[in-house]
């Protein structure tokens, strides 16, 4: 089997979650490069915050629907729909990962790791919330390349 081969058939079987961790990764950048922006123009941190919240999940919404998961349905009521779906199960897992953290912390996940306080309860409550972002990209905003206003 050449390289070419392997690739085709890596990428056949297993397009949707290389891309999703790709483009995961491009999103979180996208998120702090712009928090550094935005604290570097002067704006509070908070705002700064929130921002760049805004701008790494538009930046997910984008690549999640173009390139993931292909749902290439351009009709206004159907980006709207996937648009507010999508941060709306963004924000929903946010608060999961708020609520997460402080539990898994005292329920005894407060080790120190690499030199911070709690980092492997960051770390777990991370994972929760990126696969729970998949679950609802995958199968209710984008199901498949199909919005499920469709």
């Known amino acids: 089997m050449s390289l ?31 928090y550094m922006l935005f604290v570097w123009l002067g704006v509070e941190i908070n705002i700064s915050n929130a921002l760049s919240w805004v701008c790494g999940v538009t930046f997910a919404f984008v690549t999640n629907k173009w390139f993931v998961f292909r749902s290439e349905n351009t009709s206004l009521k159907v980006i709207l729909y996937e648009a507010g779906s999508f941060f709306g199960a963004r924000i929903f897992t946010g608060v999961i990962a708020i609520v997460l953290f402080p539990i898994l912390y005292y329920l005894g996940l407060n080790q120190s790791l690499l ?17 729970l972002n998949w679950i609802f990209s995958k199968y209710i905003v984008f199901r498949n390349g199909k919005s499920a206003s469709e």
């Open 4 to 34: 070419t081969d392997l690739y085709h058939d890596i990428m056949g079987k297993y397009r949707e979650p290389i891309l999703y961790i790709f483009f995961g990764g491009l999103t979180t950048a996208i998120s702090l490069l712009s």
């Open 115 to 131: 030199g911070t306080d709690g980092f492997l309860a960051k770390i777990v409550t991370s994972a929760v919330e990126i696969i």
